[in-house]
């Protein structure tokens, strides 16, 4: 439903008169499943979504969850581990490609240098253009990072 929409009535500044009215809509979206997600994202950041999803959850223990929150995949355990934020839905402050942000990527080592560190203190990350760029294996290492941590918090239950 979404993606008629958004393809239809959305699809650039440069061609679409409509493109303020329809950023505001999508600004007024209630995202409430990942295939919402995948509904108003093009289709390039709808294949990087998918494969991150894909490295994450394979990666994550049994006690994680993926949930939708700020309208992306948030990955938790007994805090936050990962988001990540396709530029096509706003406030995540890229304008681009698909961030793979780490909830507490400054308590990681990061030995590869693999994380950008932006201007927020907590949250390191890597945006990806294609997904070609996307390392499987250095993620890997990354989440392997983020779990271990998770599990020097107390559990929620």
């Known amino acids: 439903m979404y993606r008629q ?11 679409n008169p409509c493109f303020d009215i329809g950023m505001a809509l999508i ?27 894909g490295i994450i959850l394979a990666q994550l223990p049994h006690y994680c969850k993926e949930k939708i929150s700020f309208n ?3 990955f938790y355990g007994n805090k936050g581990i990962c988001i990540v934020w396709p530029a096509g839905i706003p406030r995540g402050g890229i304008k681009q490609g698909v961030l793979l942000g780490f909830w507490y990527g400054n308590r990681l080592a990061d030995v590869d240098h693999y994380l950008t560190h932006g201007s927020n203190k907590q949250i390191f990350y890597r945006i990806f253009q294609r997904v070609e760029d996307i390392d499987e294996q250095a993620i890997g290492k990354l989440l392997e990072e983020a779990v271990k941590l998770d599990r020097q918090w107390p559990s929620k239950k």
């Open 5 to 15: 929409l958004f393809f239809t009535v959305f699809l650039s500044p440069e061609t």
């Open 27 to 53: 600004n007024h979206i209630k995202i409430k499943s990942v295939l919402d997600v995948y509904d108003v994202i093009p289709e390039h950041e709808r294949i990087m979504v998918d494969v991150l999803r």
């Open 72 to 74: 992306v995949p948030y």
